[in-house]
Nanobody, 118 residues
Framework: QVQLVESGGGLVQAGGSLRLSCRVS????????MGWYRQAPGRQRELVAR???????NYADSVQGRFTISRDNSKSTIFLQMNSLKPEDTAVYYC????????????WGQGIQVTVSS
């Protein structure tokens, strides 16, 4: 059974920081391109950051320089360090795994709320 379990969300003031974690089980973590997506009310889900098995990364322009994605292959876990948070970062954040061998194998976590107050 594939599981992606997010943690670390919550309420923070603008300018503050949060660190999200996503622990993966049931799939071969090293073959997964991992990503964080977010969805704000009334908006489409969007990519925040992505990291390959070799730790190459890419970011949405809106978070470049403020957010950092990383992975610990020994713990099958990815992280999203979010600094200088803004109210517009408020959303439900989702962890995603996509198998580089079989692109149709795409998995999602249940989502975690991040709320940034002004």
């Amino acid at each position: 059974q594939v599981q992606l379990v997010e943690s670390g969300g919550g309420l923070v003031q603008a300018g503050g920081s949060l660190r999200l974690s996503c622990r993966v089980s049931g799939i071969l973590f090293a073959y997964q391109v991992m990503g964080w997506y977010r969805q704000a009310p009334g908006r489409q889900r969007e990519l925040v950051a992505r990291i390959t098995g070799g730790s190459s990364t890419n970011y949405a322009d809106s978070v470049q320089g403020r957010f950092t994605i990383s992975r610990d292959n020994s713990k099958s876990t990815i992280f999203l360090q979010m600094n200088s948070l803004k109210p517009e970062d408020t959303a439900v954040y989702y962890c995603n795994a996509n198998d580089i061998r079989y692109r149709s194998n795409n998995y999602w976590g249940q989502g975690i709320q991040v709320t940034v107050s002004s």
